[in-house]
């Protein structure tokens, strides 16, 4: 009866690396759908208008059916085998893949107009213009929609994203209708170099970020056509990062494929869950929610029963609504406390369904990984914004490769020694120094004062605090990481 008991335990084991690993990953999560997205939600909510409010809107829902929709061609390709002739996906991946990458060109090189200090550069980024109008309706300039309320580079970005996906699994499908091997190959030197390239690039914009910024740098490169120069070094920036994301987004996507590949039986399931039940729900309420939300606070302005529309809105013209309006800090509060409460108790949810429903859980912390990393730069697109929302974009999508390579056996015992003294003063330290490291990244990016104001000092060109404990923190939490894998301590 004790062999028995026993043997039910092992399964239950966990190595003290894969542990920190996962602690890491789920504080991350957590610290972003607890704490930044109800913050930004807040921020954009009591605008003076509701434009950022509403492109934060589309873009949710955009990423969300955008992984729905990647979703659906993994379990189209590999459930157990293709519905569909893997080949239709590739070709349809390419037209995806050539029509975003094109719209997003078309956004950000095209009918720009600079101001003198190029402070303000406005492209056909956004539609509405201020100067279109369209059969108008409550004040909006394109029936009820306000400027600015569609962002082309967004769309682009994210049709760019979904067409790649379906060229990268259907090539694999194809691959796989030739090769009968399903075994999980574990983090091949493929997937080990794309993690490794991508941080590399991630650390060379880094050290150049640290020395100027690209407005600066832009003018000193062609004086006499300060925009030309500007432009040169955006898009060099975003070749630079582009190929970092891709890099990423290579590895995490190999990873889960590799991951799921034996037991598909098993996670296929909790892969369409995560789908339909959480993304293509969450998208839809989105979108829907970008589409009445002007012409809602007409609707709710006018509200006398115990001063209820004068509690959730705010309109700087009484003549003027909902063209003036925006909602209060109060509904600003109901909402965060809706979107916290859902997340923490999705997170409650995780820990009590991890024995029972444990495929589930890690099958949905990845995508959810990785969903957070498609957000962090999709809700960012905005010229001055798009540089931190890539580097953004490739830590996380980092750290989902990263997941990805230890979920698949992280209940092994992989160890000989005890933990000890000296293995608890290494997970403590680790742990440690990974927090102020990331303390310190988090610093780096400034999308608005309102959004992520840093905490430690850090400007282009400037001060460098934020940096140098990047560096220094980053280093010392790497070589404790590399004692503690490898001396294998044991739980």
């Not at 704490?35 to 492109?55: D, I, K, W």
């Not at 859902?342 to 495929?359: D, E, V």
């Not at 990481?481 to 490898?486: D, E, I, K, Y």
Request: aromatic content about 12%.
């Amino acid at each position: 009866m004790q062999q028995v008991v026993q043997q039910r335990e092992v399964p239950e084991r966990i190595s003290w690396a894969r542990a920190l690993i996962f602690a890491a990953g789920f504080f991350l999560i957590a610290a972003i759908l607890l704490g930044q997205l109800p913050s930004v939600v807040y921020a954009e909510m009591t605008s003076a208008t509701l434009e950022q409010f509403e492109q934060l809107c589309l873009s949710l829902a955009f990423v969300c059916l955008g992984g729905f929709t990647i979703v659906q061609v993994i379990v189209l390709l590999f459930d157990p085998k293709p519905l569909l002739p893997p080949v239709i996906f590739t070709v349809l991946g390419a037209i995806l893949g050539v029509a975003g990458l094109a719209l997003s060109l078309w956004a950000t090189m095209t009918g720009c107009v600079p101001n003198k200090d190029l402070t303000l550069v406005t492209c056909n980024q956004y539609f509405p213009a201020k100067t279109t109008y369209w059969n108008p309706v409550l004040g909006g300039n394109v029936l009820w929609f306000q400027p600015r309320a569609v962002d082309f580079v967004m769309i682009g970005l994210t049709v760019l994203g979904v067409g790649l996906a379906m060229i990268f699994y259907g090539v694999l499908a194809l691959r796989e209708m030739h090769n009968p091997d399903r075994r999980d190959l574990g983090t091949t030197p493929t997937i080990r170099w794309m993690i490794i390239g991508s941080i590399l690039l991630l650390i060379l914009f880094l050290f150049a970020y640290n020395k100027t910024s690209d407005l600066t740098l832009g003018q000193q490169l062609i004086p006499d056509h300060p925009f030309v120069g500007y432009k040169l070094v955006q898009l060099l920036i975003s070749i630079i990062l582009g190929a970092a994301i891709f890099l990423a987004l290579g590895a995490f996507a190999l990873r889960l494929h590799y991951l799921m590949r034996p037991v598909r039986k098993r996670t296929m399931s909790a892969l369409y869950i995560v789908g339909a039940l959480g993304l293509a729900q969450t998208g839809a309420i989105f979108l829907v929610l970008w589409a009445v939300v002007y012409p809602l606070l007409a609707l709710i302005h006018p509200w006398t029963f115990i001063g209820l529309g004068s509690y959730l809105t705010n309109c700087a013209r009484p003549s003027v609504v909902p063209g003036s309006c925006s909602f209060t800090q109060d509904a600003a509060s109901i909402v965060d406390t809706i979107i916290t409460s859902a997340f923490f108790g999705l997170f409650m949810a995780a820990i009590w369904a991890w024995k029972s429903h444990r495929n589930l859980v890690i099958v949905s912390s990845i995508v959810t990984t990785a969903v957070i990393g498609a957000t962090a730069l999709l809700v960012h697109t905005a010229p001055a914004q798009l540089p931190t929302a890539m580097m953004l974009c490739v830590a996380i999508l980092v750290l989902a490769a990263i997941w990805t390579a230890v979920s698949r056996g992280e209940f092994a015992v992989v160890g000989e020694n005890n933990l000890g003294c000296l293995g608890q003063w290494l997970v403590v330290g680790t742990c440690l120094l990974v927090y102020l490291a990331a303390f310190a990244f988090f610093s780096i990016p400034s999308f608005n004062a309102e959004e992520t104001p840093p905490n430690v000092p850090f400007a282009p060109g400037g001060t460098s605090d934020a940096f140098v404990m990047l560096v220094i923190l980053g280093l010392l939490a790497g070589v404790q990481f590399f004692f503690l894998v490898r001396n294998r301590y044991k739980v």
